[in-house]
């Protein structure tokens, strides 16, 4: 397992392993969001036999399968609050742990200083440095909404 913190309550992962869920309760998690659409992997590891061991386990779990096209701005809403309204950590994963990183950067734009948005997601191992103008642009629409 690759887990990585990105803050105290959120985590990303690569694909997880259904085998792995009963440590990853072990350590703390509570919800974990699958940001893997199921067209990604093979049976064995789609949505549908991650969520089975994550309840086995007592988690939660949330499907919420992204992509470039599917990174709305209702779903980068919808991941925001459902890792701040879990009950604990949460683990969201993907095919390498970005996705669920960037999603995480944009629901923290207009939040946080971008640069501070940055070089937390670089501490978790993702340089994200490209989403410069992105949450900018979303931090000051997000102020001239206010």
């Known amino acids: 397992m690759d887990i990585r913190q990105i803050t105290p309550q959120y985590f990303v992962a690569p694909q997880v392993d259904p085998a792995d869920m009963v440590d990853i309760a072990a350590a703390g998690i509570t919800t974990v969001i699958c940001n893997?659409?199921?067209?990604?992997?093979?049976?064995?590891?789609?949505?549908?036999?991650?969520?089975?061991?994550?309840?086995?386990?007592?988690?939660?779990?949330?499907?919420?399968?992204?992509?470039?096209?599917?990174?709305?701005?209702?779903?980068?809403?919808?991941?925001?609050?459902?890792?701040?309204?879990?009950?604990?950590?949460?683990?969201?994963?993907?095919?390498?742990?970005?996705r669920s990183t960037v999603v995480w950067c944009l629901g923290q734009a207009g939040q946080m200083p971008t640069a501070e948005i940055l070089a937390t997601a670089q501490r978790g191992g993702y340089d994200l440095g490209a989403l410069t103008p992105t949450l900018e642009a979303l931090a000051q629409n997000a102020a001239s909404s206010e």
């Not at 990604?40 to 549908?48: G, L």
């Not at 604990?88 to 390498?96: N, R």
């Open 36 to 98: 893997r659409p199921d067209e990604e992997v093979p049976p064995a590891f789609q949505a549908d036999a991650v969520e089975a061991a994550v309840l086995a386990a007592g988690m939660q779990f949330v499907r919420l399968p992204l992509t470039h096209q599917t990174m709305t701005p209702e779903n980068v809403l919808l991941q925001a609050n459902t890792a701040s309204d879990a009950d604990g950590p949460v683990l969201a994963y993907c095919a390498s742990g970005t």
